[in-house]
């Protein structure tokens, strides 16, 4: 089974909200809202996939110091194993806006469950509410 390095960030606000996008028609898990991110290219660290996948989604510059590492998520889809680092990042220069056509939501930490989201996403949930509150 293949083995997909993907990396996910937690944008928190101020108010210590979290952002989530949703997923565009068209692609795997339309319509889920899931932590902003994607696949790491080969010969990328993680870090610098996230920098550059909030450059290209949300519009945002992110410094590699504001990435830190909360948890992770592995998860076995049908034809693919999904490993996920995710990153709390709580500075950013820019402001947040939808680069790809997605949906953006700022939710609450005890929100987050309110949205349906991929499956690989979910258990990333309680270590950002543990986090928060």
Not at 72 to 97: I, K, N, Q, T
Not at 98 to 106: F, I, N
């Amino acid at each position: 089974m293949k083995l997909l390095l993907v990396v996910a960030a937690a944008l928190i606000d101020a108010d210590n909200r979290v952002l989530v996008a949703q997923r565009p028609e068209g692609k795997n898990l339309a319509g889920l809202w899931e932590f902003p991110g994607g696949k790491v290219d080969p010969g990328e660290r993680p870090e610098q996939a996230l920098i550059r996948e909030l450059r290209e989604e949300l519009g945002v510059a992110v410094k590699e110091p504001c990435l830190a590492p909360l948890t992770f998520a592995s998860h076995a889809y049908e034809d693919f194993h999904l490993l996920m680092p995710l990153y709390v990042c709580r500075r950013w220069e820019g402001f947040v806006a939808s680069r790809e056509g997605q949906a953006l939501k700022w939710l609450r930490p005890n929100q987050l469950r309110d949205v349906p989201m991929p499956p690989a996403d979910e258990p990333l949930i309680p270590a950002l509410i543990e986090l928060l509150a």
